[in-house]
């Protein structure tokens, strides 16, 4: 079965620092990998996807994130965020053989970003 | 385009009453996909509908059910509520083949309170 973890729960930075927000994921066959954020009170909005070639994606808001098969992760990264990007971030996975648009999360990281 | 739409947004009910939840996707879309979210336990698939089928299941009781119609809007429903339901109900719509981005848009969400 896939999983997805989310290694940082919470991750505080300063305006204009960069981040990152790991993941990694557990799965024995090809998969579709996908970072969404979530702000207040609000649904799930996709940052960016990772379904083949380039593994160096880019996303909305000037995220970005690069897909590692030996080491089975998909970080996200941003060189310098902004007080906006205060948000939870969700990882997740998809198979594309399985006939389902079926998504694993992962927990989730809370970024918060401080003047 | 109009997005994904949930009703109610916000809901108050007593432990062993049932509970309706309504989503009409994105036109267009035709797979529709459930997820609960909570605190403790994240985002959890319950069910994805496709043209009126339900495709797959997550791991919930049988107490969690839904449907979807002709015109793809879907309903789920909870049956004999427990105090353990309370979460943010959330449906996700999808373009209605593999061969597409994988991508599922959210609505914002029902939230569910059970006293």
């Known amino acids: 079965a896939q999983s997805v973890t989310q290694l940082d729960s919470q991750v505080p930075v300063f305006e204009e620092a960069p981040v990152e927000l790991r993941c990694n994921y557990s799965?024995?066959?090809?998969?579709?990998l996908f970072w969404y954020v979530q702000y207040p009170n609000q649904g799930l909005q996709l940052l960016l996807k990772y379904l083949s070639g380039s593994t160096l994606v880019k996303g909305i808001n000037g995220f970005e994130a690069e897909f590692n098969k030996s080491q089975t992760s998909f970080h996200l990264r941003k060189p310098s965020v902004h007080i906006s990007d205060t948000a939870e971030y969700f990882c997740?996975?998809?198979?594309?053989?399985?006939?389902?648009?079926?998504?694993?999360f992962g927990k989730g990281t809370k970024l918060t970003v401080n003047p | 385009k109009a997005g994904v739409t949930q009703t109610p947004r916000y809901l108050i009910k007593t432990r062993g009453q049932q509970v309706t939840l309504s989503c009409s996707p994105i036109?267009?879309?035709?797979?529709v996909s459930w997820y609960q979210q909570t605190p403790g336990q994240g985002l959890q698939f319950l069910f994805e509908y496709f043209s009126e089928t339900q495709r797959n299941k997550g791991n919930f009781p049988g107490r969690f059910s839904g449907r979807q119609f002709s015109n793809s809007r879907s309903e789920m429903n909870v049956s004999t509520l427990e105090l353990g339901d309370s979460a943010l109900y959330l449906c996700a719509s999808s373009l209605p083949t593999r061969l597409d981005t994988g991508e599922l848009f959210f609505g914002e969400g029902s939230r569910l309170t059970v006293l």
């Open positions: 997740a996975v998809s198979d594309p053989q399985g006939g389902s648009e079926k998504l694993v």
């Open positions: 036109s267009g879309h035709r797979s």
């Open positions: 799965s024995s066959v090809s998969v579709y």
